[in-house]
């Protein structure tokens, strides 16, 4: 039996439980699932009780609870060193974090004009003109990681946190049909083709369908 749980919401609507949990598969981590329902008030209330922020998953791990996805991604790094989350070099490192906590922090038109859901598809998307200033900055994010450390992820041949930080937006760019240069697109393939990211689309196909209180970011 593992000793660490995830406890996660929604894998169709929920940007944060995506990206602890794709964490926890890229450091190797052996955790069992928690899903905590979202459409039943008592399972929301026991959500905000294991995780003061309603956005992100919870990792427990023995004794030890770590909530925020930046903070389980550091733990993680900790105890599974070899797995590599963070770059080895330190100014590649450095950049690493201070990616990862702009993706935290930022972004808010995108999360706003283009939530995560996975199954759904929006060709010739209109998207909401303030959003285009974050579209942007991110593929420059990703154009200047991918000339950097020469792909196939942003930090070189394996995946690290960004990736993992980054990796609901590409989902979010093929909803809704953002037209991308060849090199983002070939990193949205790449991210898409991870047997991590194949396990979870799968998973989430399998969810109810149209829970409209979750067509938002959390």
């Given at each position: ?12 609507y ?15 981590l ?11 008030a ?24 770590v909530?925020?996805t930046l ?8 105890v599974?060193?070899q ?28 999360r706003?004009?283009?939530?995560m ?12 003109s ?10 420059e994010?990703?154009?200047e ?29 093929l909803?809704?049909d ?9 990193y949205c393939?790449?991210?898409m ?17 149209d829970i ?7």
């Amino acid at each position: 039996m593992p000793v660490a749980t995830l406890t996660l919401s929604s894998k169709n609507y929920s940007s944060w439980s995506l990206r602890g949990w794709l964490m926890a598969r890229l450091a190797g981590l052996d955790f069992s699932e928690e899903m905590v329902e979202q459409d039943d008030a008592g399972a929301r209330a026991e959500l905000l009780l294991l995780a003061p922020s309603f956005r992100v998953p919870r990792l427990t791990d023995g004794e030890i609870s770590v909530w925020d996805t930046l903070a389980i991604g550091e733990y993680l790094n900790e105890v599974k060193p070899q797995a590599g989350l963070l770059p080895a070099d330190a100014a590649a490192r450095a950049h690493c974090r201070s990616i990862c906590g702009e993706m935290h922090s930022g972004f808010s038109a995108l999360r706003s004009a283009l939530p995560m859901n996975l199954k759904a598809r929006f060709p010739k998307f209109t998207v909401w003109s303030r959003a285009w200033g974050d579209i942007q900055r991110v593929t420059e994010i990703w154009q200047e990681c991918l000339q950097t450390y020469g792909g196939p992820y942003l930090f070189g041949a394996t995946p690290t946190l960004a990736d993992a930080m980054y990796a609901p937006v590409v989902t979010r760019f093929l909803t809704y049909d953002v037209a991308l240069d060849a090199d983002c697109s070939a990193y949205c393939r790449t991210i898409m083709s991870m047997p991590a990211m194949q396990e979870w689309m799968a998973a989430a196909k399998e969810e109810p369908e149209d829970i409209e209180e979750l067509e938002m970011e959390f």
